[in-house]
């Protein structure tokens, strides 16, 4: 199972950009439902400010969804996390891996004629 998560890690790094610590917080994410930072950093062992620093990268990057959490009525706001499903994760790695798959043959019968 260890290398199985390596390859994701790799895989994720190599067509995103992602760091492992990226990969790992949105499968989490996405097999564990809605989070908050506190949640996520209370059930991984991390700060909330390193957690958050993630997520952002995530949200950035178009792989995550932040809902205003209407229960904290503290003075900043505060978010809930949501990762898409397992599935459509697979489906969107998938259609990349396929899409650069096409364009890596494309250009070797290009450069072989």
């Known amino acids: 199972m260890q290398s199985n998560k390596n390859t994701l890690t790799r895989i994720f790094s190599f ?3 992602f760091s492992e610590m990226e990969t ?3 499968i ?4 564990n439902g809605e989070k908050t930072v506190n949640e996520l950093a209370k059930e991984l062992g991390f700060s909330a400010p390193l957690i958050n620093r993630y997520l952002d990268r995530l949200y950035e990057k178009g792989f995550v969804k ?3 959490d209407t229960t904290d009525r503290s003075g900043r706001p505060r978010y ?4 898409p499903s397992l599935a459509e994760l697979r489906r969107r790695l998938i259609t990349e891996i396929r899409q650069t798959n ?6 070797v019968e290009k450069e072989f004629i």
Request: hydrophobic share 50%; net charge positive.
């Open 15 to 17: 067509y995103y950009n």
């Open 24 to 26: 790992n917080l949105l």
């Open 28 to 31: 989490y994410l996405a097999r």
């Open 66 to 68: 932040r809902i205003k």
């Open 80 to 83: 809930v996390y949501i990762a």
């Open 102 to 107: 096409e364009k890596m043959i494309e250009l």
